[in-house]
Each structure stands twice: as structure tokens, then as C-alpha cells.
């Protein structure tokens, strides 16, 4: 078990776990939207986000990306959701990549109105709710 541990913190290290200000979790589809788009859109994603140098040690808004097969919302997608915000959005294919990489990951604001849903984690304590 400790050699599997000991594996496993090198693998996270290679990933540079712990380095991440956001996590994008981008559903490829096959109900939400037909698979190809949502294909092209995970590519655009991991194009964007190499492009602006959005890794673990080059930029403070570092972004982990990974891809799923459904994010139980089933309906105009491609569908996301980014946390900590835990920003849901609708309707993210490979060209509006682009725009949503700028103003969320790196400007820090939203799309708007691509937005459908929020979970932010952790989530609001009853001092910040009230703030
Ligand atoms: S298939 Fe994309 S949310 Fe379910």
C-alpha cells in the first residue's frame, strides 16, 4: 500500500496537484450535445488554456482540466462546471472557448450569459452570506 501511495503522490506531483487556483470539469457529451461537439470542445479547452499558459508555475490562475461523461444536466451542452465558483455553463463548444478562457479563468469574471447555475464550494458561511 505505501509503495501504491508513494506512486501515486509522484503522479500528483507530475501533475502538480496543489497548484491549482480552479478546476474546469467539461462534459463531452453524448446527451447533453452529440459527442463530435462535444470532442472539439474539450480540444479547444486544452488549447486555450496551454496557449495562455494557464499551468501550475507559470500563472497565478492556473487551471486543471478534465473531461467527463456527464454532468447529469443532459441538455444544451456542451455542459461545465468550474469550481471553486462552481459556475455551471451551458452551450460551451469549441468556439466559445475561447472567450469563456479569458473572461472566467483569466479576468476572473463569468460569462454570464452562458451561466445557468452556481455551487460555489465551500460553501458561504452565514458571515459571507449576509456580507
Ligand atoms: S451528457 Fe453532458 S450533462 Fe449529461
Same mark, same amino acid.
Given at each position: 500500500?505505501?509503495? !501504491? =501511495?508513494?506512486?501515486?503522490? %509522484?503522479?500528483? /506531483?507530475?501533475?502538480?496537484?496543489?497548484?491549482?487556483?480552479?478546476?474546469?470539469?467539461? $462534459?463531452?457529451?453524448?446527451?447533453?450535445?452529440?459527442?463530435?461537439?462535444?470532442?472539439?470542445?474539450?480540444?479547444?479547452?486544452?488549447?486555450?488554456?496551454? !496557449? =495562455?499558459?494557464?499551468?501550475? %508555475?507559470?500563472? /497565478?490562475?492556473?487551471?486543471?482540466?478534465?473531461?467527463?461523461?456527464?454532468?447529469?444536466? $443532459?441538455?444544451?451542452?456542451?455542459?461545465?462546471?468550474?469550481?471553486?465558483?462552481?459556475?455551471?455553463?451551458?452551450?460551451?463548444?469549441?468556439?466559445?472557448?475561447?472567450?469563456?478562457?479569458?473572461?472566467?479563468?483569466?479576468?476572473?469574471?463569468?460569462?454570464?450569459?452562458?451561466?445557468?447555475?452556481?455551487?460555489?464550494?465551500?460553501?458561504?458561511?452565514?458571515?459571507?452570506?449576509?456580507?
Amino acid at each position: 500500500v505505501n509503495e !501504491d =501511495r508513494a506512486k501515486l503522490a %509522484g503522479i500528483a /506531483a507530475s501533475l502538480r496537484i496543489g497548484s491549482y487556483h480552479r478546476h474546469v470539469f467539461l $462534459c463531452i457529451g453524448g446527451s447533453c450535445c452529440p459527442s463530435e461537439v462535444g470532442e472539439a470542445a474539450w480540444e479547444a479547452m486544452k488549447k486555450e488554456l496551454k !496557449d =495562455r499558459g494557464l499551468t501550475p %508555475g507559470t500563472d /497565478a490562475n492556473a487551471c486543471f482540466r478534465t473531461k467527463v461523461g456527464c454532468l447529469r444536466v $443532459c441538455q444544451d451542452g456542451p455542459i461545465a462546471v468550474v469550481y471553486p465558483e462552481g459556475t455551471y455553463y451551458c452551450g460551451l463548444t469549441a468556439d466559445r472557448v475561447p472567450k469563456f478562457v479569458q473572461k472566467h479563468l483569466v479576468e476572473g469574471h463569468p460569462v454570464e450569459e452562458w451561466v445557468f447555475a452556481r455551487n460555489p464550494l465551500p460553501a458561504p458561511t452565514s458571515t459571507d452570506a449576509s456580507a
